[in-house]
């Protein structure tokens, strides 16, 4: 069984920082994708930075510049560092671990959410 555990999100004023953590636990060998998604109320979830074993990335055009993503093999972890944030960035976040390399085989796994509220 594997699961991802979240962290860091909170209520935040516009212009302000965050910093979002994962840990994935469980019987892993290795992770190919790391990530995160995050799902605004009304609206469907949607892809916010994610990184591959080997250090590519990948955000959506409405973070870049503002949002870094980073990762730890040894520890399974994925960070999300958030500046510059804005009301329209208010969502819950979700990690996502893709192509997890178990016991079993392969896995894609989500963690539970994290609301993140950007607002005066």
């Known amino acids: 069984q594997v699961q991802l555990v979240e962290s860091g999100g909170g209520l935040v004023q516009p212009g302000g920082s965050l910093r979002l953590s994962c840990a994935a636990s469980g019987s892993i060998f290795s992770i190919y994708v790391m990530g995160w998604y995050r799902q605004a109320p009304g609206k469907q979830r949607e892809l916010v930075a994610a990184m591959t074993r080997q250090g590519t990335t990948n955000y959506t055009d409405s973070v870049k510049g503002r949002f870094t993503i980073s990762r730890d093999n040894a520890k399974n972890t994925v960070y999300l560092q958030m500046n510059s944030l804005k009301p329209e960035d208010t969502a819950v976040y979700y990690c996502?671990?893709?192509?997890?390399?178990?016991?079993?085989?392969?896995?894609?796994?989500w963690g539970q959410g994290t609301l993140v509220t950007v607002s005066s």
């Open positions: 996502n671990a893709d192509k997890v390399l178990t016991t079993t085989g392969y896995l894609e796994v």
